[in-house]
């Protein structure tokens, strides 16, 4: 089994900044791609930001410039620092991960439990 675990949410003012982390662990063989997805109260999950096993980054048009997701491969833990938030960046924060348990298995992906950021004045 693989376990995704998040931290680093909180409440924080408009402006202000937070950075989340999210380690995988158990019987991991290799990570492709990980992400960073959100879900506000009544909206669909939506992606945020996502990182592959090579380093090419992608990012919603809503947190470009502001979010930086990263990666510690040796840890098989990913980041996602936040700046400049905003109102509408409250949400619970979940982190996917695409694993490979077996060297020629293929990949299923796994999610964490969620993370709570709110931000509010």
């Known amino acids: 089994q693989v376990q995704l675990v998040e931290s680093g949410g909180g409440l924080v003012q408009p402006g202000e900044s937070l950075k989340l982390s999210c380690a995988a662990s158990g019987k991991i063989f290799s990570i492709n791609t990980m992400g960073w997805y959100r879900q506000a109260p009544g909206k669909q999950r939506e992606l945020v930001a996502a990182i592959t096993g090579g380093g090419s980054t992608k990012y919603a048009d809503s947190v470009k410039g502001r979010f930086t997701i990263s990666r510690d491969i040796a840890k098989n833990t990913v980041y996602l620092q936040m700046n400049s938030l905003k109102p509408e960046d409250t949400a619970v924060f979940y982190c996917?991960?695409?694993?490979?348990?077996?060297?020629?298995?293929?990949?299923?992906?796994?999610w964490g439990q969620g993370t709570q950021v709110t931000v509010s004045a």
């Open positions: 996917k991960a695409s694993v490979s348990t077996t060297p020629h298995g293929f990949e299923y992906d796994y």
